[in-house]
């Protein structure tokens, strides 16, 4: 399984603001997808981010509020952008199984909590 | 409807007790199942694994997935005050390609 690192681990901001999230993968990955969970509720697909590629948006969810980079097969940022407190949330990235065969699992980093004043 | 429902919660049983935790879902097309375990402040970390129907067991833990019913459950025999946390089911292979789709999660509370 794949290790995943995230930063900031947590954050409080202020509404208007933009916050960037990293995230860091130990091994080559070909997809990585961000995801929300606000308290009490299930995991929220934001977006897949692609190497080489503009990342694909679910419903919902645009590239002006959360704009994605993937630069390379091991790294990504997710920037949450002109903050509000509607905005406070777990922020987590994720990584299909990188064994080279597409079982549709997925391995999650630690996330980011971030509140917003 | 959503396609999947798990109940959230709180389950609370003894040390020892055996827990049954379940979803169910809409979408006939999934092939994939799984289930993740989420302690307080932590990501989900990957369970258990399943293709298509059948039955996988993993020390403590068996996942169930039944089809016919769109029905799937994970077991834990044994419960440790270790195993509390957050169990969340997903799945995915449907129409939508890779998407996985998760419920919401169900909070258990093992008591010592």
């Known amino acids: 399984s794949a290790v995943i690192s995230q930063k900031p681990s947590r954050d409080i901001c202020q509404r208007g603001t933009s916050l960037t999230i990293q995230c860091q993968v130990d091994?080559?990955?070909?997809?990585m997808f961000w995801y929300r969970q606000q308290p009490g509720q299930s995991l929220t697909l934001i977006a897949t981010a692609n190497q080489g590629s503009e990342a694909t948006y679910e419903s919902g969810f645009v590239i002006d509020k959360f704009p994605i980079s993937r630069p390379n097969l091991t790294f990504s940022t997710l920037t949450v952008s002109n903050m509000s407190p509607e905005d406070s949330s777990i922020y987590l990235c994720?990584?299909?199984?990188?064994?080279?065969?597409?079982?549709?699992?997925?391995?999650f980093g630690p996330g980011t909590r971030l509140t917003v004043l | 409807q959503k396609e999947v429902e798990q109940d959230p919660g709180p389950l609370s049983v003894p040390e020892g007790a055996i827990v049954s935790l379940n979803c169910t879902y809409s979408n006939s097309a999934f092939q994939y199942f799984m289930w993740y375990r989420q302690y307080s402040r932590k990501g989900p970390e990957l369970l258990m694994y399943t293709y298509s129907s059948g039955n996988k067991e993993d020390g403590r833990f068996t996942a169930q997935v039944d089809k016919s019913s769109k029905y799937i459950s994970l077991f834990i025999r044994d419960s440790q005050p270790s195993d509390s946390a957050t169990y969340l089911c997903a799945m995915s292979g449907g129409t939508g390609g890779f998407k996985t789709i998760f419920g919401a999660g169900t909070r258990l509370f093992v008591k010592a």
């Open positions: 091994s080559q990955v070909t997809m």
């Open positions: 994720s990584v299909e199984s990188t064994l080279g065969i597409s079982t549709d699992t997925q391995y």
